[in-house]
């Protein structure tokens, strides 16, 4: 079993930036793809962002490509979510969650954080 704890998040005006963190502990984290996915109160969970466990491809929404970077450092065991040129559409709770591949649907990850609150103010 693998623990995810997120952190980052925050308020911040469109246009600008964040970093978020997935702090991974217990088992092997690199046997591990994790997906970043957000969600805003009245609309379905969204992957956001994936990297799979081996070749380290990335998976992008296209909501966010160009202004989101996904990356892992396994020695860390941390995955990050950098987001840059946030809008307000932005706005939700992103949260990681790890599994054996990247893919859209959220039940194919077992091991989820808690969350953390992004705010994108306009």
């Known amino acids: 079993q693998v623990r995810l704890v997120e952190s980052g998040g925050g308020l911040v005006q469109a246009g600008g930036s964040l970093r978020l963190s997935c702090a991974a502990s217990?088992?092997?984290?690199?046997?591990?793809?994790i997906g970043w996915f957000r969600q805003d109160p009245g609309k379905e969970r969204e992957l956001v962002a994936g990297?799979?466990?081996?070749?380290?491809?990335?998976y992008y929404a296209n909501s966010v490509k160009g202004r989101f970077t996904i990356s892992r450092d396994n020695a860390k065991n941390t995955v990050y979510l950098q987001m840059s040129s946030l809008k307000p559409e932005d706005t939700a709770v992103y949260t990681c969650?790890?599994?054996?591949?990247?893919?859209?649907?959220?039940?194919?990850?077992?091991?989820w954080g808690q969350g953390t609150q992004v705010t994108v103010s306009s």
């Open positions: 969650a790890g599994g054996f591949r990247v893919t859209t649907d959220p039940m194919d990850y077992g091991y």
């Open positions: 217990g088992d092997t984290f690199s046997a591990y793809a």
């Open positions: 990297i799979t466990r081996n070749t380290g491809n990335t």
